[in-house]
């Protein structure tokens, strides 16, 4: 079963697959933890670390807060934009010096001065629906919310949708869509993620590698 | 397996669901046992309405609660709620009509407790909560007294791995009050702590008002003040009020007393646990088991609830999610308990079969008798289908035709001491 601990097995850490995993990975490394022993070949999902101390998880992204938050994973890395959008009961113990970017509302560059909060019932589309809308709500403001899977940006194009909320790194994906952003809703990084039982009942092995993350942190 | 061969479009709302069979036993013995441990412990039960007014359920120490309950109208309109928990119509019970009777007094409960909560781990909407409340007396002896009844609960539940983190809240209160920050700040801060961000914790310090020397040092430490008793010596020099004192010598004056029940090996410490700061005003405590990552257990002191419904009455008490046992126990594989009867009886009508079968059931054995009237063969066949260990039919009044996975056997009618081996497998 999914969550079964045995006494004497790998600490598990799930790892988002794609943009943050080879930061994450490399950051692991530093702290003196091994890699992967047969290489990520993106097949695999399942994987130990050389010395034997981790076992990876390799999950989508969005997915690595339920996997801690179940105790599947005991430790998880993950973009601080996933977690608070996942709102899982899981403990943040530490932020990490990567996957720097922002959740960012945009518009058409045509409309930069719009005034927002005179609108209706802005129609925004977005793949961070709970942030969107406790944003808007926050401000009095119903949005029309379209849940996305993909390409967000092309909604205010295609006359889907009059804003977006995604996340941006340097901007120029938004800017040759011809958006502007308007508003920045979060400063996001990578966290540790831990689950709140293995805090407690792996608290030497779980401590041990916050600490080694820690001052890798601290040296950077 | 064969198609339904009728309409099943009979959906479930979202957070409730049937228990079947091994669950149910499971559960139902479970029940049991924590009933027999708590009144050995001299503890009785209560049972509670499982609706009340809105309004009484609705305290301001439980506004998280408040949200959640399932809230509907009675025939005069009067706002009625479903029980969110157990305490609070406990503390009705013992403020309205147990606040006279000698102290302490020693509650407990089973029941169904409703919350409309979003969906997370290991959580219905619907959820079976079990628990004791130590009402009338205030002190460490009242407060370890329901940790190591805890310990043994869970002990007697059939869990093999688990641990109970003790903590108190007056030590965060007290931390806070040294800091003086202002509400907006100690909010955050306070989410900072409760998520364990050591990080956001120092950012957040940053922002603080002028600091007594000292205090931002002890702000940090707290994220790390979780583990063995010996964080108790550790966070004694990081005292800066009375209010740290006090919450501190308390949970020493319980660890000591921990250590005479014999529960140490189960209880760590953590200073950091700022769950229901609002509810609580002493000792807290919550206990997880491997591979859940939400408590089965969480309790602690509350002294001001049941002064909400009559004369203020300090209380400790714990409740346990027996759902959530369940699981726990299922990740640490313990055999779920096999309802299966020890004895498939073909009786056909015959009255020796029937006072056969009454003898056996008097003796502690489950004994079914075969409604289809199938011949022993196929009898046979469906006993090892339901996983019955054997069937009997009777050859005559005087002797048992016995077959088991050992092959058939006779067996004489009166051999009761053959038959009391069949009990429970």
Redesign the interface.
């Known amino acids: 079963?999914a969550?079964?601990?045995m006494r004497g097995s790998p600490l598990t850490i799930a790892l988002p697959k794609g943009r943050l995993t080879e930061d994450a990975l490399a950051f692991l490394v530093k702290a003196g933890y091994a890699a992967p022993t047969n290489g990520d070949n993106g097949r695999k999902l399942v994987l130990d670390s050389a010395d034997g101390r981790l076992r990876f998880i390799m999950a989508k992204p969005g997915d690595v807060p339920i996997f801690?938050?179940?105790?599947a994973a005991d430790l998880g890395i993950a973009g601080l934009d996933v977690v608070r959008e996942a709102?899982?009961?899981?403990?943040?113990?530490?932020?990490l010096p990567f996957g720097y970017c922002r959740l960012v509302l945009c518009g058409k560059a045509e409309h930069a001065d719009r005034s927002l909060w005179l609108e209706r019932s802005p129609r925004v589309a977005t793949k961070f629906p709970r942030l969107t809308e406790a944003y808007f709500r926050k401000r009095g403001l119903a949005p029309e919310l379209i849940v996305m899977s993909g390409s967000v940006e092309l909604a205010p194009l295609v006359g889907l949708a009059d804003l977006i909320v995604d996340l941006v790194q340097t901007g120029t994906t938004l800017r040759e869509n011809g958006l502007v952003e308007l508003r920045t809703i979060l400063d996001s990084q990578a966290v540790l993620i831990?689950?709140?039982?293995?805090?407690?009942?792996r608290?030497a092995e779980v401590?041990a590698l916050?600490d080694a993350l820690?001052n890798v942190i601290r040296g950077a | 397996m064969p198609e339904q061969p009728f309409s099943a479009d009979r959906p479930l709302p979202e957070g409730v669901r049937d228990l079947l069979f091994a669950d149910a036993a499971t559960l139902r013995r479970m029940a049991a046992t924590l009933r027999a441990t708590w009144s050995a412990w001299g503890y009785r039960e209560i049972i509670l309405p499982t609706f009340e007014y809105a309004d009484t359920l609705a305290t301001d120490v439980g506004a998280k609660l408040d949200a959640e309950m399932y809230r509907f109208f009675d025939r005069h309109g009067r706002t009625l709620a479903l029980r969110p928990d157990m305490t609070i119509p406990t503390a009705r019970v013992v403020g309205t009509r147990l606040y006279d009777q000698p102290a302490p007094l020693r509650l407990s409960y089973i029941g169904s407790v409703f919350r409309h909560e979003p969906p997370r781990a290991g959580r219905q909407h619907e959820f079976i909560q079990a628990g004791v409340e130590l009402m009338g007396a205030r002190g460490a002896t009242a407060d370890a007294e329901s940790v190591a009844l805890a310990v043994a609960a869970l002990r007697a539940v059939g869990l093999p791995e688990f641990r109970i983190t003790l903590g108190h809240v007056g030590f965060f209160r007290g931390l806070l009050l040294a800091l003086a920050a202002p509400d907006r700040l100690a909010g955050r801060l306070r989410s900072a702590v409760d998520r364990k961000a050591e990080a956001e914790l120092a950012a957040l310090l940053q922002e603080a008002p002028r600091l007594a020397p000292g205090v931002r040092e002890v702000a940090l430490a707290l994220p790390r003040l979780t583990g063995q008793v010996a964080v108790l010596a550790e966070a004694e020099m990081l005292c800066v009020n009375a209010s740290m004192e006090v919450a501190l010598a308390d949970l020493r004056a319980v660890a000591e007393l921990l250590e005479a029940y014999g529960v140490t090996d189960a209880v760590s410490y953590d200073l950091a646990e700022v769950r229901d700061l609002d509810y609580y005003t002493g000792i807290t405590f919550e206990g997880f088991a491997p591979g859940l990552g939400f408590n089965l257990i969480s309790g602690g002191r509350y002294d001001d609830l049941i002064g909400h419904f009559g004369p203020p009455f300090p209380a400790v008490g714990w409740a346990l999610t027996l759902d959530r046992i369940l699981l726990a126990r299922e990740l640490q594989g313990v055999a779920p308990d096999d309802p299966a009867s020890d004895v498939l009886l073909s009786a056909k009508g015959c009255p020796a079969c029937l006072a056969w079968a009454a003898e056996a059931r008097a003796r502690g054995l489950s004994v079914e008798v075969d409604p289809l009237e199938l011949e022993p063969e196929a009898l046979w066949q469906a006993a090892q289908q339901r996983g019955i260990p054997r069937v009997v039919l009777h050859s005559n009044p005087a002797a048992l035709i016995v077959r088991d996975a050992a092959g058939e056997r006779r067996v004489a009618a009166g051999d009761w001491e053959e038959v009391t081996r069949w009990r429970g497998k």
């Open positions: 079963m969550g079964q601990v801690v938050e179940y105790g709102e899982r009961d899981v403990y943040e113990p530490l932020q831990a689950n709140r039982a293995s805090y407690r009942l608290a401590r916050i820690a």
